[in-house]
């Protein structure tokens, strides 16, 4: 099933939002039983997103929505224990 953003969703990924007010402006938050985890603030968008994504396989399991599902080395359809592996050259690169 894929995630649609919201029209408002500046970021581009899910549970990622803009503070331009801070040094590093990126925030990332993920919901859990009705209630808001605040990840922390990052520099870039994309390292927000990992953080969300890695809290989001922890806190969902295989059913987690994720940004990047294969950066994981994990897909979504897939158990856990079920291992893809990715060429990392076309990976987007983290800093």
Do not use: C
Request: charged share 25%; no cysteine.
């Amino acid at each position: 099933m894929k995630t649609i953003l919201r029209i408002d969703n500046t970021s581009g990924f899910i549970g990622v939002s803009y503070k331009k007010e801070l040094a590093k402006p990126w925030q990332a938050t993920i919901k859990k039983d009705n209630k808001t985890l605040f990840l922390g603030y990052f520099k870039e968008a994309m390292e927000a997103a990992l953080a969300r994504d890695k809290a989001a396989r922890n806190l969902h399991g295989p059913r987690a929505k994720l940004n990047f599902p294969l950066v994981l080395g994990l897909t979504q359809k897939n158990d856990m224990d079920t291992k893809i592996f990715v060429d990392n050259s076309k990976l987007p690169m983290v800093l």
